[in-house]
């Protein structure tokens, strides 16, 4: 059971939602079908919801945006916010040896590979940051020496070079 503890922030908050969302319309069910004959003033106050739900298209159009959509919003904001990092450092991005400052485990993993925080340094005075995932066979230390691909314009956006 490491998964959840191994998700993203944003993976945690997507899943949570999800689950409240989940058990929510399960419990509203529930309570729906629970015979409440012996209370004529519930039966009325929900057949007054029912009947105003039905003419209500916006409620239920704000339920699956809600419950449904926002989770995965949350999810893959990353993929949103950053499409296409990789392609673009491939076609404007500089080839360069980097040295590593610094190595900070992620907490997530996937296949035996470990997902780290790798700052490095390219030239004196000029550090910055990127995420990747590393084997647990020859695992990345400070002081060692790796080929990355940097846009000379933005060094912030920044990759390891795949051989």
Known sequence: MNGF???STANKIGTIIGLIAVVSVVAFKVWVAIDHSGSQQ???ALDSWQKAAQ????????????????????????MITHPG???KLLQVGVRARARII?????GRTMNNSIYVK?????????QTSFKTYVSRVGFPQPGDEIEII???SNPKLVMAAKN
């Open 5 to 7: 503890k191994n998700m």
């Open 42 to 44: 519930f039966n009325l």
């Open 55 to 78: 003419k209500n298209i916006f409620f239920d159009i704000f339920l699956f945006v809600v419950f449904l959509i926002a989770p995965f919003i949350v999810a893959f904001w990353p």
């Open 85 to 87: 990092k990789e392609k």
């Open 102 to 106: 610094a190595v900070q485990d992620t």
């Open 118 to 126: 790798i700052t490095v340094e390219i030239k004196p005075g000029l």
């Open 150 to 152: 940097y846009d000379p």
